[in-house]
């Protein structure tokens, strides 16, 4: 298959790398130094968009907005200049889904298929060839395109046959990744100040209902004294704020979101536009008042450790149901969505549970007066230790909510009803 490949950043390189071996590579970047280096391992270089156009049977684009996507194809030297019928365009861009449906209209007007392909997992899971793909678009083009996916990657999901979805999904995908990670580093700095190590906590979250993709990657990558991504904060806030309007315009409530949000755009605030997703765990820890590399020699209370792994869990639950309720009300089935989050950087044990209570109508054995204690109990430590939390008490507050409603015998799981009431959805799991 003759490929094309527009945008050769960290991402896009490193997914274009995979296509050198079984395909005919051809690129195009705005860097020479970028395009010397593909030629390198193989890859031919096009002179112009247009001439990258006709030369290839598929054009991948992967650039850092919607926006630079509609400049690359219907730009003064864009590739709309060199497409003909027949062809497809991929958008591997984390970029807006409504941006993509409209450039797909205009390219069917041309004969040219667009779909969108955009990934979770970081660039190292790119590099490793684990990243995972979401796919939406007319499925004859998704069937032409596969053969080329296959090279990057073997976890392909089909999110639906309408360009833009996937990036919908996407979005919605990084939004739970900063919630999560927001929430697990303060408390883990709150677990810290009690006295518990950074590696213990690590491998107690993981192996139990606390286990979310921070914990999985972020926590080992700091106890290591590793990176935990170079990903710019500020293309994080953009889909951040995109995942903020799919909820307000799907009229659905994203309380702990917006909160995931705030602390992103304050991070970028204090360390500067060039702060990455390094710098999240630096942000947190002087926020918290915690040094994330601090050697901690006394033990936590066995108790305490059980109450913050327990509102860990409750906090990974609720943002659960919070991104799921968007994903509904947007006509997404469920069981798809849950598919492709839990097989990115948007991967919890509690969305993975609460699929699957969905999916066969059943009950996790907390119940909501367990909630509201562990998190009360959480929270009384807190005002002891001094560590700033941000998501504990929004966390606390939904659960009481919910405990008031439908009493504190009921199941953690009956807050999905009290979702459904406040987004006015159903949770639909085709």
């Known amino acids: 298959m003759n490929i094309g490949y527009v945008g050769l950043g960290a991402m896009g390189g490193a997914l274009a790398k995979w296509l050198i071996?079984?395909?005919?590579?051809?690129?195009?970047?705005?860097?020479?130094?970028?395009?010397?280096?593909?030629?390198?391992?193989?890859?031919?270089?096009?002179?112009?968009?247009?001439?990258?156009?006709?030369?290839?049977?598929?054009?991948f684009l992967c650039l850092p907005r919607s926006s630079d996507v509609e400049t690359a194809i219907f730009g003064e030297?864009?590739?709309?200049?060199?497409?003909?019928?027949?062809?497809?365009?991929?958008?591997?861009?984390?970029?807006?889904?409504?941006?993509?449906?409209?450039?797909?209209?205009?390219?069917?007007?041309?004969?040219?298929?667009?779909?969108?392909?955009?990934?979770?997992?970081?660039?190292?899971?790119?590099?490793?060839?684990?990243?995972?793909?979401?796919?939406?678009?007319?499925?004859?083009?998704?069937?032409?395109?596969?053969?080329a996916f296959q090279s990057m990657t073997s976890k392909i999901y089909r999110a639906s046959a309408q360009a833009g979805d996937a990036q919908s999904v996407k979005t919605l995908n990084n939004m739970m990744n900063m919630v999560y990670r927001v929430a697990t580093l303060e408390l883990v700095a709150l677990a810290m100040r009690l006295g518990a190590k950074l590696s213990g906590l690590s491998d107690q979250f993981n192996g139990g209902i606390a286990?979310?993709?921070?914990?999985?990657?972020?926590?080992?990558?700091?106890?290591?004294?590793?990176?935990?991504?170079?990903?710019?904060?500020?293309?994080?806030?953009k889909d951040n704020n995109q995942a903020l309007n799919l909820g307000m315009a799907a009229d659905v409530p994203m309380p702990m979101s917006a909160l995931g949000r705030a602390v992103l755009q304050q991070?970028?605030?204090?360390?500067?536009?060039?702060?990455?997703?390094?710098?999240?765990?630096?942000y947190m820890s002087m926020v918290t008042g915690v040094d994330f590399a601090s050697d901690v020699k006394c033990a936590i209370d066995p108790d305490a450790r059980a109450a913050i792994e327990l509102a860990l869990a409750l906090a990974n639950r609720a943002i659960a149901y919070e991104i799921l309720s968007v994903a509904s009300k947007m006509g997404m089935p469920l069981v798809a969505f849950g598919e492709i989050v839990n097989n990115g950087s948007a991967w919890s044990h509690q969305?993975?549970?609460?699929?699957?209570e969905l999916t066969a109508a059943a009950h996790a054995p907390q119940t909501l007066g367990d909630a509201v204690g562990a998190l009360q109990s959480v929270e009384r430590l807190n005002t002891n230790q001094g560590v700033a939390t941000i998501m504990l008490g929004e966390v606390r507050t939904l659960y009481e909510m919910a405990a008031q409603e439908f009493g504190?015998?009921?199941?953690?799981?009956?807050?999905?009803?009290?979702?459904?009431?406040?987004?006015?959805?159903?949770?639909?799991?085709?």
């Open 21 to 59: 071996a079984d395909h005919d590579l051809t690129v195009w970047d705005l860097n020479p130094t970028a395009i010397e280096r593909f030629e390198g391992f193989g890859a031919k270089a096009a002179a112009s968009l247009p001439d990258l156009a006709r030369a290839c049977d598929v054009i």
């Open 77 to 147: 030297s864009g590739l709309i200049h060199g497409l003909r019928e027949g062809k497809t365009v991929v958008d591997q861009t984390s970029g807006f889904g409504s941006a993509t449906q409209s450039m797909a209209s205009r390219l069917q007007e041309f004969g040219v298929d667009m779909i969108d392909a955009p990934v979770a997992g970081g660039v190292p899971s790119a590099v490793g060839g684990t990243i995972t793909i979401m796919v939406s678009g007319p499925d004859t083009a998704q069937d032409r395109v596969m053969p």
């Open 211 to 237: 286990g979310n993709f921070t914990s999985r990657t972020v926590l080992p990558a700091l106890v290591a004294g590793r990176s935990t991504g170079d990903f710019a904060l500020t293309l994080m806030l």
């Open 267 to 282: 991070n970028i605030n204090v360390i500067g536009e060039k702060a990455n997703l390094d710098d999240v765990a630096r």
């Open 351 to 356: 969305c993975e549970a609460v699929v699957q």
């Open 408 to 430: 504190k015998g009921a199941s953690i799981s009956t807050l999905a009803r009290y979702y459904e009431r406040v987004g006015q959805l159903s949770f639909a799991m085709g």
